[in-house]
């Protein structure tokens, strides 16, 4: 999963190696958004504090329909 404040078009190749995408900012138009239905990976963006609240290592789960983040058990 790639957590960030924002993506920008330099980071594309990495979206080929994740599995989500998790950003503090951005839109329905922001590059983290667009990118990602491109790959179809699920993303949340405009957490606000996803680069705060998620630690290296915690497992979780994206639902890019509904917009949320959750933590696994």
């Given amino acids: 999963m790639l ?4 993506t920008a078009p ?3 190749p990495l979206f080929t190696k ?3 995408v998790v950003t503090d ?3 329905p138009a ?4 667009l990118i990602a239905r491109e790959y ?3 993303a ?4 606000g504090e996803a680069t705060v609240q998620l630690c290296d290592g915690r497992r979780v789960t994206v639902d890019g329909t509904r917009g949320t983040v959750t933590p696994a058990e």
Avoid at 3 to 6: D, H, M, N
Avoid at 44 to 47: I, M, Q, R, S, W
């Fill in 25 to 27: 900012g951005g839109t």
């Fill in 3 to 6: 957590v960030a404040r924002s």
């Fill in 30 to 33: 922001a590059h983290a958004s």
């Fill in 44 to 47: 949340v963006v405009a957490t």
């Fill in 10 to 12: 330099a980071w594309t």
């Fill in 18 to 20: 994740v599995v989500a």
């Fill in 40 to 42: 179809g990976l699920p």
